[in-house]
C-alpha cells in the first residue's frame, strides 16, 4: 500500500541544501520516482561539510542541477527535475503548485517559508515543513483544514536593539558588531544617500552634522594613510569624547575609553608610511585580504588592541586600492574577506573602548554573517522523518500525522520525540478569514510606509495588492502605464489623503495575487507612538491577541499559540538564515489525552526544548545567532 | 582535552566552518586524528559512514566481503546499481570507493576478513568500532576484544529490521565536559558491556523499558538458536519466533504483553532495511560518535530505539546498577 502510493506520488522540494540533498537521497532510496526540486543558489565551499552530493568541482554551480545529476548515478531511472530559480519567482503560482501531491520545505528563510505556506493553502496541498540548527530540529506537517498552518503561531520576531544602545551605550558584543557593520561600514563603502544614524547621536549636539558629514568623504588628494587614521581618531576617539561630555548617560554606567591611533601605534608611527607590506598581491578582488598583507593566518585568533588597529587600517586601505571600484555600493556580505576583516576590526575596537571582550574572527563573522550551526547528521535525522511523515501524507493517514522534534538532550528518555499536530487556529490571518488590526498615524504615514513595514515586512506578501473597499490604492506588478504614475504618487501620500482616503475605522483589502492569499486589516487611528518600543510608528495586531477568545476554550489548538509568549521552534537550515531565534518553550498544555495513546499521557509538564543556553552548550561563549539588525 | 595545539588547516577551517561552530575547534581536531572502523556495510551504515566522512574523522576502515548483489543497494546509496560496476567487487570495496569522493580528507580503506578472525591487536588500531548485521556471538567476541585494550575503543552495534533501529553504545568508563549554563563540567559514566547489558534480567527493567529492547533479544536469540546470519528471517519464521518469546518470557518472569506479537510479526516479515530509518539512526550513531571522539555533550547510556510506527526515538539505560 505505501509503496503504491510512493510510486505514484509526485512531489515538490523547495531547497536543495542541507536538508533538501539528505531528503532527496532519503527520497530516491524510498522509491520516490518523481520528485521536482527548487533552489536559486549556487554551491559555496562551506557547504560541503554536509551538502553530501556536492563537491569541490561543483562550487559555483546550481545546487539543484548538481543534486538532480548526483541521485540519478545511484538511482538512474527515476525523474527529477531542477530548477535553478527562486520559489517566489511567479511561474511558481498556485497551478504550478496543484500538479504536486505534497510538498516538503527544506528552507533557510522565513520568507521563502511563508511564501510556501500560502501557495499550499491556495493550492490544497499538503505541506511538510522542516528546519534545523545545530543539533535542533523538527519536521511539522500543515495540511488544510485539518492541521495549523506554518503561520498559525507567530513567529518570533527579527531581534533588534535600540538604535542608542548601537550608537552610544553598547554592553555586548554583538551591538559593536551592529555598529561596524550596520552604521561604521555601511557609512564608508555604502551607498552615501542611505540614512545613516552613526553621527546623530554622538554629535548633533555639539557641532553641525554637515561639518561631521566630511569627515568620512576621502577628498581626492588624501593620502589614504592619513585618510584611514582620520576616520580612526575620528569614530574610537572623537565621537567618544563627545559622548562621555554627556554626562547624564554615564551616571550609572562605566565610562567608555576613547582611542587614538598614534596611542595604540605610536612605534608604527615613527615610519613614514606605516609599515605593511604593500607589495602584496591578491589573485581577485574577494580575495584582497588585510589579515594575508599583514601576515596573519588564523581566523581563530583573538587580536591585540594593536593588531586589531592594524586590521582596521590596512583592510580599509585595500577598500580604496584595490576595490576603489566597488566603494560607495558595498553592502556587508559575510563572504567578503575584507568586510569580515574590518567589521571584526572595527568592532572590537570599539568593545575596548567600552569594556567588552574581544572576539575572534571566527566568531565575529559568525555574529555579523548569522551564520548558523549546521552538522550532517542533525539533517540526514530530520530527511528520513520528513519522508516518514510525507507517506503517511500520502495515505491520507491524518490520525499518525505527527510533528517531530530533534532535540539535544532527551526529554523523558526522548531524543526524538513526535507529538500530534496542533488544529488550524480559528484567528489565523492566513488560514482562516480573520481581519488584522493596524494602528497607525493616518495623518503622518504615506502609504509607502504602510506597503513597506506592514505589508512587505510583516505580511509577507510579494506583489501586494491594496484595495480601500472597491477603489484601488496599489498594485505591485505588471500594472497598466496609466496606472504606475497614479499608483507612485499614491505611494508618496499619507493616508489620510489619499484619493479614498485612509482613516480610523477603515478598512483595507490587501491581497497578494501570486500566493493567491487576502487579508482584510481594521485600520485606527493613533497620534504618538513610543520610537524605541515601536520604531515603525505602527502597531499590527490580530491573531495573536484573539487567541484565548471563550469560543476556543476547549479547542486546545487555538490555546497553544495565545497562552506562550513565544512560538515554536522555528529551527531554521543554513547560511542565510533570517529567524533563527531558537526555542522559546512551547508547552503542550490542555492537549486532550486520546484514548490509547500513550504519547499524550504525560503532556501537561512537556516542555519541548528548553533554554537557549542548551542550544550553544559546545561553543559557550558564542551568542545566539539570531538576526540582529538595527530597526 | 587540549586539542593537541596542533592548528587547523585554512582548507580545513574553510570547509568545516558550520561545524566548527556547532562543536569547536579542538573537538575538530580530534575528530582528524580518529580511526574508524566499520563492519557490515548495509543501508544504515552506509549513512554512519557518509556522515563522519563529512565530519572529517582522520580515518575510515570498512570490512565487508560479500559480494554485491541487488538487495545490498535497496538501501545503500553508495552502491552505484550498474552491474558492469558493482560486479564481482565486495561490498565494503564499492562503498569504499563512493565515500573516498566524499571527503578527500578522510583516509578511506578496506579491510578483508570475519568479525571473529581479527585479534585484540587489530582493534586496537581504531578508536571507534562499530559493528552491524553479525550475530550476537560475534557481537560479544568483538566487544570484549575492544575491552581488552589498555586505551579506551568506544564500541556500537547498530542494526535496523523493517521500520525499527537499535543502537548500542558501551564506552566502557567515559569521562567529559558538558557545558552547564557558564560552567563546563566533568561528568563520568560507566557503561556495561554487550554481554552484561544482556544479561540483566528483564523483570529488573523499568516497566515502561522500550518493547522493542525485548523484541529484539527475541530475534537475536532466534538467529543464534537457528544458526542463521543476522536477519536471515522470514515470516515462515514467525511461529518458531512466538515460541521463543514465550519461553524467554516465562524464564525471565516477563509479561508476554512487553513483547507484542505484531511487533515481532513485523520484524521478521520485512527484511529490508527502510531507508528513512537508516536516515535516522545512521544519523544519530553518526552524533554519538562525534561526542565519544570530541569528549563533549552527554552521551547516550546504552541503547537507543527508533520505531517509525509511532515516531519516537528512545533512550534506554540497561545495566546492572541501573544508575
Known amino acids: 500500500m505505501a509503496s503504491e502510493a510512493i510510486k505514484g506520488a509526485k512531489v515538490l522540494m523547495v531547497g536543495a541544501g542541507g536538508i533538501g540533498c539528505e531528503l532527496l537521497k532519503t527520497l530516491a532510496l524510498s522509491g520516490f520516482r518523481d520528485i521536482h526540486i527548487i533552489d536559486m543558489d549556487t554551491i559555496e565551499v562551506s557547504n560541503l561539510n554536509r551538502q553530501f552530493l556536492f563537491r569541490q568541482s561543483h562550487v559555483g554551480q546550481s545546487k539543484a542541477k548538481v543534486a538532480r545529476d548526483a541521485v540519478l548515478k545511484f538511482r538512474p531511472h527515476i525523474n527529477i527535475k531542477p530548477y535553478h530559480a527562486n520559489v517566489k519567482d511567479p511561474e511558481f503560482n498556485v497551478d504550478f503548485f496543484k500538479q504536486f501531491n505534497v510538498v516538503l520545505n527544506g528552507l533557510d528563510n522565513l520568507d521563502a517559508r511563508r511564501h510556501v505556506n500560502r501557495l499550499c493553502l491556495a493550492a490544497d496541498v499538503p505541506l511538510v515543513e522542516s528546519g534545523t540548527t545545530g543539533f535542533l530540529g523538527q519536521v511539522t506537517v500543515h495540511v488544510k483544514g485539518k492541521t495549523e498552518c506554518y503561520e498559525c503561531q507567530p513567529k518570533p520576531a527579527p531581534k533588534t536593539y535600540p538604535v542608542c544602545t548601537i550608537t552610544s551605550t553598547p554592553s555586548k558584543f554583538v551591538h559593536c558588531i551592529v555598529w561596524a557593520k550596520d552604521l561604521l561600514f555601511a557609512k564608508l563603502f555604502g551607498d552615501k544617500n542611505q540614512d545613516n544614524d552613526l553621527n546623530v547621536r554622538s554629535s548633533d549636539a555639539a557641532s553641525s552634522s554637515e561639518n561631521v558629514e566630511d569627515v568620512f568623504v576621502r577628498r581626492n588628494d588624501e593620502d589614504i594613510e592619513q585618510y584611514g587614521k582620520k576616520i580612526f581618531d575620528h569614530v574610537f576617539g572623537y565621537n567618544i569624547e563627545l559622548a562621555l561630555s554627556n554626562e547624564e548617560t554615564w551616571k550609572n554606567r562605566n565610562r567608555p575609553k576613547p582611542i587614538y591611533s598614534k596611542d595604540i601605534l605610536s612605534d608604527e608611527l615613527a615610519q613614514p608610511n606605516g609599515n605593511v607590506d604593500k607589495k602584496c598581491a591578491f589573485d581577485d578582488e574577494f580575495s584582497v585580504s588585510a589579515m594575508a598583507s599583514l601576515g596573519m593566518k588564523n581566523p581563530q585568533d583573538i587580536w591585540s588592541l594593536k593588531e586589531n588597529s592594524r586590521i582596521f587600517l590596512e583592510a580599509l586601505r585595500l577598500f580604496f586600492t584595490h576595490r576603489g571600484k566597488d566603494v560607495g555600493n558595498l553592502t556587508f556580505d559575510k563572504d567578503d574577506q575584507l568586510a569580515v576583516e574590518f567589521v571584526t576590526a572595527a568592532a572590537n575596537i570599539r568593545a575596548a573602548s567600552f569594556g567588552i571582550p574581544p572576539y575572534s574572527l571566527f566568531e565575529a563573522k559568525g555574529i555579523a554573517g548569522n551564520i548558523v550551526h549546521a552538522v550532517a547528521t542533525t539533517n540526514a535525522v530530520i530527511a528520513g522523518l520528513i519522508v516518514i511523515e510525507t507517506i503517511k501524507v500520502l495515505q491520507n493517514d491524518i490520525k499518525s500525522y505527527r510533528m517531530t522534534y530533534c532535540l539535544e538532550h532527551p526529554s523523558r528518555k526522548m531524543l526524538l520525540m513526535p507529538v500530534e499536530p496542533f488544529e488550524p487556529n480559528k484567528s489565523c490571518y492566513v488560514c482562516s478569514e480573520t481581519p488584522l488590526s493596524l494602528e497607525i498615524n493616518t495623518k503622518r504615514a504615506k502609504l509607502k510606509d504602510f506597503v513597506e513595514k506592514i505589508v512587505k515586512a510583516k505580511l509577507g506578501m510579494n506583489l501586494p495588492l491594496i484595495m480601500n473597499s472597491s477603489n484601488l490604492l496599489y498594485e505591485a506588478g505588471d500594472v497598466e502605464d496609466d496606472m504606475v504614475a497614479i499608483y507612485s504618487a499614491n505611494l508618496e501620500k499619507v493616508l489620510a489623503e489619499l484619493p479614498s482616503p485612509v482613516t480610523g475605522g477603515t478598512m483595507l483589502t490587501v491581497e497578494d495575487m501570486q500566493q493567491e492569499f487576502v487579508c482584510n486589516v481594521n485600520i485606527k487611528h493613533r497620534e504618538e507612538f513610543d520610537e524605541e518600543k515601536e520604531p515603525d510608528s505602527m502597531v499590527l495586531s490580530g491573531w495573536t491577541q484573539h487567541v484565548s477568545a471563550p469560543e476556543n476554550k476547549d479547542k486546545p489548538a487555538a490555546n497553544n499559540g495565545a497562552s506562550t509568549s513565544g512560538a515554536s521552534v522555528p529551527a531554521a537550515e543554513s547560511d542565510e538564515i533570517s529567524i533563527v531565534s531558537p526555542t522559546k518553550k512551547r508547552k503542550l498544555t490542555d492537549v486532550p489525552n486520546a484514548p490509547g495513546n500513550e504519547a499524550r499521557n504525560h503532556q501537561d509538564e512537556l516542555q519541548v526544548i528548553d533554554d537557549e543556553d542548551d542550544l550553544v552548550m559546545l561553543e559557550g561563549n558564542m551568542e545566539g545567532f539570531k538576526k540582529r539588525k538595527l530597526s | ?323
Open chain 2, 1 to 323: 582535552m587540549d586539542g593537541d595545539g596542533e592548528e587547523l588547516t585554512a582548507q580545513e577551517t574553510a570547509l568545516y566552518d558550520r561545524q566548527i561552530r556547532v562543536w569547536g575547534a579542538d573537538a575538530q581536531r580530534r575528530l582528524s586524528k580518529a580511526h574508524v572502523l566499520v563492519y557490515g556495510m548495509k543501508g544504515t551504515i552506509a549513512e554512519f559512514c557518509k556522515n563522519i566522512v563529512l565530519a572529517g574523522v582522520g580515518s575510515l576502515t570498512l570490512i565487508d566481503d560479500r559480494i554485491a548483489s541487488e538487495e545490498a543497494f535497496s538501501s545503500n546509496f553508495l552502491i552505484p546499481p550498474d552491474e558492469n560496476v558493482y560486479g564481482g567487487k565486495t561490498l565494503a570495496q564499492l562503498c569504499c570507493d563512493s565515500l573516498k569522493d566524499f571527503n578527500p580528507m578522510v583516509r578511506v580503506s578496506v579491510q578483508k576478513g570475519d568479525l571473529s578472525s581479527f585479534d585484540v591487536e587489530f582493534f586496537n588500531n581504531f578508536d571507534v568500532v562499530v559493528v552491524s548485521s553479525c550475530s550476537l556471538p560475534a557481537k560479544k567476541l568483538a566487544n570484549e576484544k575492544c575491552r581488552k585494550i589498555s586505551k579506551r575503543v568506544a564500541f556500537y552495534t547498530v542494526d535496523c529490521r523493517d521500520s525499527c533501529g537499535e543502537i548500542f553504545v558501551d564506552l566502557q568508563d567515559y569521562k567529559y565536559s558538558k557545558k552547564k549554563l557558564e560552567e563546563t563540567i566533568e561528568c563520568h559514566l560507566r557503561y556495561p558491556s554487550f554481554e552484561e547489558a544482556l544479561s540483566v534480567p528483564w523483570k529488573e527493567l523499568p516497566r515502561k523499558t522500550s518493547k522493542l529492547y525485548f523484541a529484539m533479544r527475541v530475534i537475536e536469540k532466534f538467529e543464534e538458536a537457528e544458526g542463521r546470519s543476522a536477519g536471515e528471517v522470514s515470516v515462515a519464521d514467525l511461529p518458531g519466533v512466538l515460541k521463543l518469546k514465550k519461553e524467554l518470557c516465562a524464564v525471565q518472569s516477563l509479561n508476554e504483553s512487553h513483547v507484542p506479537d505484531t511487533l515481532l510479526e513485523r520484524l521478521v516479515t520485512s527484511t529490508l532495511e527502510f531507508p528513512p530509518v537508516c536516515a535516522i539512526i545512521g544519523g544519530i550513531l553518526g552524533q554519538e560518535v562525534i561526542k565519544a571522539i570530541s569528549g563533549k555533550g552527554d552521551p547516550l547510556k546504552n541503547f537507543f530505539f527508533f520505531d517509525a510506527f509511532d515516531g519516537k526515538g528512545i533512550i534506554e539505560n540497561i545495566s546492572n546498577s541501573n544508575a
